[in-house]
Structure formats: C-alpha cells, structure tokens
C-alpha cells in the first residue's frame, strides 16, 4: 500500500524544518519532509548565516523581527544554541544617493523599535579600523544584528520536530507532484508515492524545478555564490561588525578569528556549487581594494552554494490559486536563513488557519501575474 500523510513538505532547509516544526506545534498530523540529500545541505548548510532588520519593507521587517525573537528562545524552546552572534551589521554608503537611501530606511526601521543609526566615516573607523574609507561618506548601523550558525539552527528544528512525530525521509527525491485535476494528491519518489492532501514546495534553489513537477511556473532559479575565509589575523580577534560595501555588493564579517568575506555570484543561473579557484584571485583583488590588510591573509578555506533568486528578490510564500492543497516557500533570495523562524511558523498558520499571524500576502506567487512585484530596496545577496 501507497504511503499517506497529511502534508507533505519537499526540502529540509531551515525553511522546509521550520514549517515542519511549526505544523507539529500547532497540532498538524502526520507530517512528513522529503529531502533529496541531507538535512541542511543545500543553501541553508552553505550559508553566511547573516540576521538582519536592515530592511525597507513592512513585510521583510515583521518577518525580520519575528524571527530574531525566535533565535533569542531557541535554547529553551528548541534546546540547541543557534550560536546567535550579535556583532551587528553596518552598511556602508559610497554615494550621496546611498547615503540617503540608508537615512530614508533608518527612518522606517526606527519606528518599528530597530536601534539603527546613521553614522560617519570616523564612527565607521572606530568599528572597523582596518577599512579603506577614502570613499566611504557614512554608513547605517544597527547593533542588534548579526549571524548564527545555520547547520545547528535547522538541526535544532529537525530534531525537535521529530521529536513531535515528524518524519523526515533523507535523499528520498521526488519525480513527480501527483495531481486530481486542480487538487494536489502527493508525491513521487523512487522509493514510492506518498498520497496527501498538502504538498508545500521548501525546496530552496530547486523551488522553480519542484514547481514545474506540478505544472506549476515558480520563478525562482538558482545562483552560485562563494564565501572564502581566511587563517586567523590579529586585527579580527575583536570581532567587526557583518559589514557591507553597498556600493560593491560586498561584504565581510569574522569567523573564528580570521575573516570570511563574499567571492562572485554568478551573473547566469546555474545549480553548479564547485568553487572557482582559477579565479579566486579576482576575489581577493575586490576584498583587499576594501580591507587592505587582507594582502597579506592566507585563505584557509572556500566554499559555494545556490541563492534561490525570485524576479524580485523578495521570498515567494502562499498557496498556488491554481491547485489546492499545493503551498510554495521559497525564492527567499539571500534572505531564507534569516527569515526561516518567521517563516515556518507562518506558513504552518496559513496551511492549518488560512490566517497567518503576520500578512503574508504581498509574497504571493500571483503577485507575479498581476505586476504587484515587491520593491526592497535593502535586498543584498548576503546570506
């Protein structure tokens, strides 16, 4: 006999175990998660693991809010630590029009209780003084921000949500989205069908190819993106805030006393996640225009995973008007670690409510069609 559950959830990213956790929390049966590798190896396991309110929109901020509360509960709600580092996040502004972007955002995020403040190349030195500023006419700070350990973090809400009765099926891929005309029916895999009622497409960067196993267009495609990290310097062991050259799309923050700063995004969408090390030097030319000490940092290691892109860079979350039953969260772009808390238990909300805690709706896949795209003007690949 066909395997059943209640929900079917594809992906075992932060997101994907989030929205597990939550459902069992809220009471959901019979919830089952497929992954086509391990839990947390996709995005999410290749991840800087950046936290951040530095955002413009109302959406991003209650979702940016929300979750960093939820990473303040983890160890007495999920009893792991998610090693949630608060060295905060400074944005630096090349351009008289940046700057003003940052003061217009600042503004915002102020009135929703962010302790965000501009600041001048001299307080930008004081926290970073090790930076060329020679161009740099101010910045945005937020101290509160930071980064967390993603592996822990999603583990955190895998265990816990088997703790609650979740099943989670590792490289168990799925071929197929079964379908009963507009209704969603389960799912295919190698190892068989597993029938249920609610399919919820996590899959990350594979969210548009999970999409297209259903008839269904999701318009999220898949980007590489580097990270490289250096052996430990002197200057990083009082560790620097995540910071960003806004102009650049560049950032660096510390990692166990050495530096971890972004190498290239691919321009083309490629699931290819194999470091480029016959350019790597093109990455430490950006990183040392920026961090002059960097010339003389031995890079101890490299790595590379996929952004899940959607056509505004803005996550994609709801369910798909055109089949019911079949939920979509992904597209997240840069953003799915640090808004997978708030997420998952949003989502659980709209699956078993209809009425999430927080209006998701301007994520909506048909937002799409109908040309509501959301404009974040904060949006950087940092994650």
């Excluded at 792991?80 to 940052?102: I, K, N």
């Excluded at 895998?158 to 989670?168: K, P, W, Y």
């Excluded at 399919?199 to 318009?219: I, R, T, W």
Aim: aromatic share 8%; net charge negative.
């Amino acid at each position: 006999m066909a395997e059943t559950a209640d929900i079917v959830i594809i992906g075992a990213g932060i997101v994907g175990c989030s929205i597990a956790y939550h459902l069992a929390i809220q009471g959901a049966p019979r919830v089952v998660v497929v992954e086509q590798d391990l839990i947390c190896s996709g995005s999410t396991g290749k991840s800087a693991g950046g936290i951040r309110q530095q955002f413009a929109t109302e959406i991003n901020l209650l979702l940016s809010i929300e979750s960093l509360r939820m990473f303040h509960r983890m160890r007495e709600e999920l009893g792991v630590d998610p090693e949630f580092r608060q060295v905060g996040y400074l944005f630096m502004a090349t351009t008289p029009a940046e700057l003003d972007l940052f003061r217009r955002q600042a503004e915002i995020q102020q009135r929703y209780g962010i302790p965000v403040r501009i600041i001048s190349p001299d307080d930008i030195r004081k926290l970073v003084p090790y930076v060329r500023l020679d161009d740099i006419i101010g910045g945005a700070y937020c101290p509160t921000d930071g980064y967390a350990a993603p592996y822990e973090v999603t583990m955190g809400y895998a265990v816990a949500a088997r703790r609650l009765g979740v099943t989670i099926h590792e490289r168990r891929p799925v071929t197929r989205i079964l379908r009963e005309r507009d209704r969603v029916a389960g799912i295919e895999t190698p190892q068989g069908p597993i029938l249920a009622p609610v399919v919820v497409n996590a899959a990350g960067a594979a969210g548009g190819v999970v999409g297209s196993l259903a008839g269904v267009e999701v318009p999220v495609k898949p980007y590489r993106r580097q990270l490289f990290v250096t052996r430990p310097l002197p200057e990083f062991s009082a560790e620097p805030p995540l910071t960003i050259d806004y102009h650049r799309n560049w950032y660096f923050r510390g990692e166990m006393g050495g530096c971890l700063f972004s190498g290239p995004k691919d321009e083309e969408s490629t699931f290819n996640t194999n470091v480029d090390w016959e350019h790597v030097a093109e990455s430490v030319a950006k990183a040392v225009a920026r961090v002059p000490l960097l010339e003389k940092a031995e890079i101890s290691r490299g790595w590379a995973g996929s952004y899940d892109i959607s056509p505004d860079n803005n996550a994609i979350l709801g369910a798909v008007p055109e089949l019911s039953g079949f939920y979509v969260a992904t597209g997240h772009s840069g953003h799915g670690f640090m808004h997978g808390p708030a997420t998952g238990k949003l989502m659980a909300e709209l699956i078993l409510t209809g009425k999430p805690s927080i209006d998701i709706s301007p994520f909506g896949l048909d937002r799409f069609r109908t040309g509501r795209s959301v404009r974040e003007p904060m949006t950087m690949h940092e994650a």
